[in-house]
């Protein structure tokens, strides 16, 4: 683990793993149904497209998130404020860092660590935040939050408060958000608490619109995909060659995100060569939706109890405070 260090600002690179990465990449491409994780979206480019996607009109899960905070900033800074001096925040997959600054600002947390794979974004935001909050220690971590990782020892002996805005649960299947969230309760201990972020079922149309956005923005966001796995692995998509698809399955309850090929093709990654016949698809990214009742069930299956839920009126989006339950 590498650190450069400051009074109050250290980046930490828990040098998440590549070997094990490229092996499941591999095997994901070999499948049936071809399918590429979504962590492959963050590079600086894709970082960048994911925050200009959350500020077009038909994306409304950031603005009626960040409405939510606003309205529920009180109730939701009371639910939060016990023993803060020695509190830490750690936000999972912290990108831009955009939404934790009133969170910091009420709080005033004695440590803030954001936790993202996207090393170069992670640290612009960081040394923005730590230079706007000079009181505060900025500890930015890089790895993949979506496995077990422990945090820096920076930071032991505080007490852990998560944040995971923007309804990033969705992107796992109910199986793995559980295990995710079992990650969680490790990381934050004992006294552990989570602020998330949840999309809730809604009409099919205003999801589809979401994912389709007029100015095809989330389709560059896909597509960049491709270009992060071509400079990281040296391979050869064609970009050209591929399209944006992204519809509702109402049977998973999930939008389903692919690229599929325009012809038939060949491509080489890593050494490997992977055949495309016309309108095969490659499967990277679900986003899960649930009605609060549903997310709260699966959130006690990883050892968490729902202390406080805040809904907007129209119950498009859920913001859960969640409590590591008491060991029986």
């Known amino acids: 683990m590498a650190a450069q260090r400051s009074s109050d600002y250290a980046f930490f690179d828990m040098q998440p793993a590549h070997t094990d990465e490229l092996k499941a990449l591999i095997a994901g491409l070999r499948q049936r149904q071809k399918g590429v994780s979504p962590k492959f979206f963050y590079d600086e480019k894709g970082s960048r497209l994911f925050d200009e996607i959350t500020e077009l009109e038909e994306y409304y899960l950031t603005r009626t998130e960040m409405a939510l ?12 404020a016990s023993s803060v001096r020695d509190n830490c925040l750690v936000e999972y997959g912290s990108g831009s ?106 009409d099919v149309g205003v999801l589809e619109a979401a994912y389709n956005d007029s100015r095809g923005v989330t389709a560059r966001f896909n597509l960049n995909l491709l270009v992060h796995l071509n400079r990281r692995y040296a391979g050869d998509f064609d970009v050209e060659n591929f399209a944006h698809r992204a519809s509702y399955n109402e049977a998973k309850g999930c939008i389903q995100m692919f690229l599929e090929s325009r012809s038939e093709q060949t491509i080489t990654l890593a050494g490997e060569r992977f055949e495309f016949a016309v309108g095969e698809r490659i499967h990277t990214e679900n986003s899960f939706k649930y009605a609060p009742d549903e997310f709260a069930q699966l959130a006690s299956r990883a050892g968490f109890s729902v202390t406080f839920t805040w809904v907007d009126e129209r119950r498009w989006f859920g913001v859960f405070l969640l409590e590591v339950a008491p060991a029986r």
């Open 69 to 80: 905070f606003d309205r529920y900033h009180d109730q939701i800074a009371e639910a939060l």
């Open 97 to 202: 860092s955009a939404k934790v600054p009133k969170l910091l600002e009420t709080l005033r947390p004695a440590a803030y660590v954001p936790v993202d794979i996207s090393a170069e974004h992670l640290q612009s935001a960081a040394r923005g935040l730590q230079g706007a909050y000079p009181w505060l220690s900025v500890y930015p971590t890089c790895a993949d939050f979506t496995q077990a990782f422990e945090l820096p020892n920076v930071v032991a002996g505080l007490d852990r408060t998560g944040f995971f805005p923007g309804s990033s649960i969705g992107n796992f299947e109910p199986n793995g958000a559980v295990e995710f969230l079992v990650n969680v309760t490790q990381t934050l201990g004992p006294n552990g608490r989570l602020l998330i972020g949840v999309d809730l079922k809604k």
